[in-house]
């Protein structure tokens, strides 16, 4: 969900860009003493909610049931099915609602709480919630929705190369800098490269010297604050030193470590082991975690790598976290979440939900009558066609002026059915002519799905494959009416987006069990589209081959915005997840990607050959 969390998040942009042209902001008086140094780590956070958390309790109440949490108590809808099942449901004012279903008398009730947009992440989420019986007339339970949070992290470095200062800002003192904010990369749209101190001011300018935002010293050397007007808030920032600036720096020690550990066995369905239990060469791995564990930013566009697990032989045997992450965090996935679209899709197929990818797409919402610019190319349009980005939309995300955009979709308030806004889209080609990336096309899919299953994506993703993978926690974007958002974004915890890998290295199962077809994931791994290069896209994974040596390796992916890279490598047994913070820095992404595999994971599978 791009830039519907952009639409939140980039408003600190705005307030910072705001800063210098506050009304009534006044320069301060230049020192005539000498001034204190600002070098050093300064770091601000900042939590804007969720308000509503914590336990939760269902219970009878005269003839019918309250929710209650925190001391609120709301009505609770209760509705019995002819099957004996029972649809629960309760909004808690303006914080969010509970959707859930009880399969039988005396059984838990198993379902989401949707939580309402925040100030950080713009958009619905849904957080799934399990309510346990506590005797005969209650059931207990746990909220835990995502948190928004804002990090910011500037490093203030004396540039020793200024000029020396002019006689206006007698006092003043030039340093290199620039914003880290490990939840969106804010950097990349305020890249400040000098700060100047001159009085109580601090200002950031870009690297032709353009005044960006503009900081109030409160204790000289120890804390100064910068005004967001768009929030009404105001961010503190004060020094930090490595031991207490885990978003900055990959460890809080500088050492590298020599050696790897096995990762822990925590009954998540994960057994482990140490790489050379299962035939990999431990040294590249070990220079890799090394690598990343003793790296010291320097700089805004370096790797900036949250998390590095590897799965080889169906054994865990890499799990390393950076910059403060850590197992039990979700990641937000971006665009590697259009595969589990993908697999969802297949299983709704292995079950008979819907016949096949050959299904016209406008047969399942009435029509292509009902819909804008009627055209006869649309009514040839397959589910097919959009898994493999080959709609035929008017739907480019490297074209701005394209209507399908995703940041257009998401950023225009006219139409809250995204559904309907893409089958609204115009045609500009016919359907399977090319590929071109379009989130739109894939987010569709949801509604085909929702379509085709008559129950919601939430509830879906839950019994078809969250539930059969032991993935008890996650949080799903939604879209404006409360829609599972299907064009990525989905957060998960790090071992439980690998074992999605482990279930297409496998052929479709985990543990015994058969989740989606041996011949869908096959064709999933096949070449059906061009997006960037030839034949690189199947359904919605990635495809890319590594020379390693005088072997080419073959493998397909899951690839989203910032670095969350979930790699299948069939023929040497080996998954490898990736999550990073670089968000909208494509070319370090791609650096690291192909460093990371190419030159050291790959060539470990390879030892003695």
């Known amino acids: 969900m791009k830039d519907r969390m952009l639409v939140a998040l980039c408003s600190i942009l705005y307030f910072i860009a705001g800063l210098g042209c506050a009304e009534g902001q006044e320069v301060g008086d230049p020192s005539t003493s000498s001034p204190p140094s600002w070098e050093g780590l300064w770091v601000s956070e900042k939590s804007f909610g969720p308000r509503l958390q914590g336990p939760l309790t269902l219970h009878r109440s005269g003839n019918g049931w309250v929710a209650r949490i925190q001391g609120d108590t709301v009505a609770v809808d209760r509705t019995e099915a002819q099957d004996g099942s029972v649809s629960w449901s309760f909004a808690f004012f303006d914080d969010g609602r509970f959707v859930g279903r009880q399969a039988k008398a005396g059984a838990p009730i198993e379902g989401h709480w949707?939580?309402?947009?925040?100030?950080?992440?713009?958009?619905?989420?849904?957080?799934?919630?399990?309510?346990?019986?506590?005797?005969?007339?209650?059931?207990?339970?746990?909220?835990?929705?995502?948190?928004?949070?804002?990090?910011?992290?500037?490093?203030?470095?004396?540039?020793?190369?200024?000029?020396?200062?002019?006689?206006?800002?007698?006092?003043?003192?030039?340093?290199?800098t620039f914003l880290r904010n490990p939840q969106r990369n804010l950097g990349i749209f305020l890249p400040i490269e000098s700060a100047t101190v001159v009085g109580d001011e601090i200002r950031f300018a870009d690297g032709d010297g353009e005044l960006m935002a503009v900081g109030r010293s409160i204790e000289p050397g120890e804390r100064f604050t910068l005004k967001f007007p768009r929030f009404g808030e105001t961010f503190d920032f004060t020094r930090r030193s490595r031991q207490d600036a885990p978003g900055f720096y990959p460890r809080r020690s500088p050492e590298s470590p020599s050696a790897l550990v096995q990762p822990p066995e925590i009954e998540d369905g994960w057994n482990t082991a140490l790489p050379r239990d299962t035939g990999l060469d431990e040294r590249p791995l070990t220079e890799l975690v090394s690598s990343i564990a003793g790296f010291e930013p320097t700089g805004l566009r370096q790797p900036y790598i949250h998390g590095l697990l590897i799965a080889h032989q169906g054994k865990l045997v890499v799990e390393e976290y950076f910059h403060g992450y850590h197992r039990g965090l979700t990641h937000d996935s971006r665009s590697a979440g259009k595969s589990l679209t993908s697999i969802l899709l297949g299983i709704a197929i292995r079950k008979g939900a819907l016949p096949g990818l050959d299904q016209p797409v406008y047969s399942l919402f009435g029509g292509v009558e009902a819909f804008a610019h009627p055209?006869?190319?649309?009514?040839?349009m397959t589910v097919r066609h959009l898994i493999t980005m080959s709609s035929g939309f008017d739907c480019d995300d490297g074209n701005y002026d394209s209507p399908g955009n995703e940041d257009t979709m998401?950023?225009?308030?006219?139409?809250?059915?995204?559904?309907?806004?893409?089958?609204?889209?115009?045609?500009?080609?016919?359907?399977?002519?090319?590929?071109?990336?379009?989130?739109?096309?894939?987010?569709?899919?949801?509604?085909?799905?929702?379509?085709?299953?008559g129950i919601s994506l939430p509830r879906f993703f839950q019994e078809e494959l969250a539930a059969p993978l032991g993935i008890s926690y996650y949080q799903m974007n939604l879209s404006p009416m409360y829609r599972g958002y299907m064009g990525g974004g989905i957060r998960l915890r790090p071992r439980d987006f690998l074992k999605l890998g482990q279930l297409y290295l496998d052929g479709g199962v985990w543990q015994g069990r058969r989740i989606v077809s041996e011949d869908w994931v096959r064709e999933s791994a096949a070449p059906h589209a061009s997006i960037n290069e030839s034949n690189d896209y199947g359904f919605a994974w990635w495809r890319k081959s590594y020379e390693v040596g005088e072997r080419t390796v073959e493998t397909f992916y899951a690839s989203g915005n910032g670095g969350q890279?979930?790699?299948?490598?069939?023929?040497?047994?080996?998954?490898?997840?990736?999550?990073?913070?670089?968000?909208?820095?494509?070319r370090t992404r791609n650096a690291f990607r192909d460093r990371f595999m190419g030159e050291l994971i790959l060539p470990a599978t390879m030892k003695g050959e």
């Open 114 to 176: 949707l939580q309402a947009p925040g100030l950080i992440a713009g958009y619905p989420i849904a957080t799934p919630v399990r309510l346990e019986p506590a005797g005969s007339h209650a059931f207990d339970g746990e909220i835990d929705p995502l948190a928004q949070e804002v990090s910011l992290n500037i490093s203030l470095v004396v540039d020793e190369a200024a000029s020396e200062p002019r006689a206006d800002d007698k006092g003043a003192r030039r340093y290199l």
């Open 410 to 453: 998401q950023n225009q308030d006219e139409q809250p059915d995204w559904y309907r806004y893409t089958l609204d889209l115009p045609m500009v080609r016919e359907p399977g002519e090319a590929g071109v990336y379009c989130t739109a096309g894939i987010h569709l899919i949801g509604g085909v799905l929702r379509e085709a299953t």
């Open 375 to 380: 055209d006869p190319r649309k009514h040839e």
């Open 565 to 586: 890279l979930l790699f299948v490598v069939p023929e040497l047994d080996l998954v490898v997840w990736i999550q990073a913070g670089n968000y909208s820095d494509g």
